[in-house]
């Protein structure tokens, strides 16, 4: 009889290990996560009400979604009218590797994007935009390969476009309208983008051929810029000869992202492409 409740009572607790929700992220993440919160709010998001403490799971916080494994994937908190920084991206990055999407679009955040970003390098959705971002485009973002969108329209962000970020293979939407960028806009491979704006800023020079469907509405507002779509053209400037223009077609970087060289086939292609992420920055 004892041999019987001794295996009953295995079994029982094997049922409620099974069972009981185990711990998304380890205390160190918890605490990186819960510093991200505090820089991003000032200090001043109710934790008792949402979440983003060290006492509860991630998993059930206000804006966190987690995978299969209980590993926090996403984090989406837009219109919260958060007026804190950006400023512990780094430890968050370092701590919670499985992050693959932020979203803050929509609040009042402040500061310049931190380099420490860079460190988020399961990165596939960065989205910024409708802040009081400052400063440059931080050149750590090239290390991201795996981003698919970057939106960081409506800010103060200033400087140059790194001349990197088009070379990102995967890389299909950039929105960085209204803001303050300077300098040239890189070669993208524009067949292979499915959003592209950066328009009213003050970027310069000739615009790269083959901006496909992108009409005037994506570069307008920029005095310095020159060339199709755009009316104004580009006195004194010829563009090189052919032969030193490397086709992106032929780019082993760019192989297997045209997702949108054609109206219908496109499309299919960049849902396929980018699955769950793409579903995330429309929804989220």
């Not at 109710?46 to 494994?69: A, E, M, Q």
């Not at 939407?173 to 704006?197: C, Q």
């Amino acid at each position: 009889m004892a041999v019987v409740q001794f295996i009953f009572s295995l079994l029982l607790i094997s049922l409620i290990t099974q069972i009981a929700p185990s711990t998304s992220e380890t205390e160190a993440a918890k605490q990186s996560l819960v510093n991200f919160m505090t820089n991003l709010s000032g200090g001043n998001f109710p934790t008792h009400k949402y979440g983003w403490n060290t006492t509860s799971d991630p998993c059930r916080w206000l804006g966190v979604h987690c995978d299969g494994s209980q590993s926090v994937m996403s984090i989406s908190l837009s219109g919260f009218r958060f007026a804190g920084t950006l400023d512990a991206a780094g430890t968050l990055c370092s701590a919670v590797e499985s992050l693959a999407v932020l979203i803050l679009r929509n609040n009042t955040i402040s500061g310049e994007i931190p380099e420490s970003l860079g460190n988020c390098t399961g990165l596939t959705i960065l989205a910024l935009d409708d802040n009081r971002f400052t400063g440059p485009i931080p050149g750590s973002i090239l290390r991201l390969r795996d981003l698919t969108a970057l939106e960081i329209s409506h800010n103060e962000i200033s400087g140059e476009i790194p001349e990197g970020l088009a070379g990102i293979p995967r890389l299909v939407f950039f929105l960085a309208e209204n803001n303050r960028l300077s300098g040239a806009i890189p070669r993208f491979d524009f067949r292979a983008m499915a959003r592209f704006n950066v328009s009213n800023n003050e970027l310069v020079g000739p615009i790269p051929e083959g901006t496909g469907r992108f009409g005037a509405e994506s570069f307008g507002g920029n005095p310095g810029l020159c060339g199709k779509p755009l009316e104004n053209s580009c006195p004194g400037w010829a563009p090189p000869p052919a032969s030193e223009v490397p086709s992106p077609a032929e780019s082993p970087e760019q192989k297997g992202t045209g997702f949108c060289s054609g109206a219908g086939e496109g499309w299919v292609g960049l849902v396929s492409a980018l699955g769950f992420s793409f579903l995330l920055i429309r929804f989220f």
